[in-house]
């Protein structure tokens, strides 16, 4: 049976609910099921209960990701304000689950005295979108300090990994197993150094050379070794150009902004255009950083 047909019992789960809502680029048609759980076990059940035949799709704060306008027909679990735990041991070891706010970690982990944490504060998702994307910033990259982690089968089954088990690079992380990150264990020195002035100084710079506070989905293009794709982007004259509501943003090129009625169409559209452009100017092919999911409108 299709979710679409399937009414559950559990709280938090709620049907036809627009993506626009969930994601930073403010885009995104219906998903047939939303569902955030209140605690783990309420997800296994869900986990349990869902039909093996319905697609998931697993969202933190949605700032990664274009979900089409036609919506996604399946099941959306949602982490953010869900799975919320957040612990340290004294000692460095920090404990976070799937939905904390990678800014939170960045703050606790200068309230807690620990070093080479403030990365976090640039990464706009949660924990499990980071785990996903082995997202990065001021020069810091996720999974340089995970321990271990835990995952959730699509039986609702826990499971503990270390880094080892998975296959991770510059924004990539594989594993042959499809299962999704319900928590880490991070691992960070100690120090005795003020840090909060840092996270500021960062976040300072950032807002200088990036449109924070337009929807946006951070950078959509990994940089190809060797190069920038802003600079590509730049080059290739396209910084300021627009496809229906959808712009390269004139303050990064590497960024494209939803100027107020963007479409999916209109910004996958634009994706292939700059594809098109650099491939044509420079023989160079960008790789979408940003995750596509759902239906064309
Ligand atoms: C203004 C702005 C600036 C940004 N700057 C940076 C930056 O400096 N560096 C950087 O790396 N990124 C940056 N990003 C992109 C984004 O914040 C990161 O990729 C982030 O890690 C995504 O986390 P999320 O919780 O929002 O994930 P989502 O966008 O919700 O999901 C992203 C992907 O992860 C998957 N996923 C989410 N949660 C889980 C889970 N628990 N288990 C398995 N899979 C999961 C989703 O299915 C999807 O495929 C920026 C974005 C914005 C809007």
Redesign the pocket.
């Known amino acids: 049976m299709m979710a679409r047909q399937r009414r559950h019992d559990i709280a938090g789960v709620r049907y036809d609910e627009p993506m626009s809502r ?4 403010r885009i995104g048609g219906p998903a047939d099921l939303y569902f955030k759980p209140r605690d783990r076990e309420e997800l296994c059940q869900f986990l349990q209960e869902l039909d093996r035949d319905t697609p998931i ?9 274009l979900i089409r306008d036609g919506g996604f027909r399946g099941a959306v679990i949602a ?2 304000q869900a ?1 919320g735990m957040l612990t340290h041991d004294n000692h460095g070891k920090v404990y976070a689950e ?2 904390v706010a ?1 800014a939170k970690v960045a703050k606790n982990c200068v309230r807690w005295k620990y070093k080479d944490a403030h990365f976090f504060a ?17 020069g810091g990259e ?1 999974w340089d300090f995970v321990e271990s982690v835990e ?1 959730i089968s699509r039986e609702g089954e826990v499971r503990t990994y270390v880094p080892a088990d998975f296959d991770i690079a510059y ?1 990539h992380v594989a594993s042959p197993r499809s299962e ?3 928590a880490a264990t991070f691992s960070f020195e100690q120090t005795e150094e003020e840090l909060a002035s840092e996270i500021k100084q960062l976040l300072v710079r ?1 807002k200088e050379s ?3 506070g337009l929807p ?4 959509v293009f990994r940089n190809p070794e060797g190069d920038y794709a802003a600079r590509l982007i730049e080059a290739s004259g396209l910084k300021g150009h627009a496809i229906g509501g959808a712009q390269v943003s004139p303050k990064h090129a590497n ?1 494209i902004i939803n100027t107020g009625e963007a479409t999916a169409a209109d910004v996958e559209a634009l994706i292939a255009l700059i594809r098109h452009t650099v491939s044509e100017k420079f023989a160079r092919d960008l790789i979408p ?3 596509v ?1 759902g239906e064309v409108g």
């Open positions: 969930h994601t930073s680029w799709l697993w969202v933190g704060l949605g700032s990664n990701l982490t953010h799975l799937a939905g990678c640039g990464i706009p998702g949660t924990v499990g979108g980071a785990l996903a994307m082995n997202a990065g910033a001021f996720t995952t924004r999704w990150f319900v950032r990036q449109p924070i946006s989905c951070g950078s960024f950083e940003v995750r999911a």
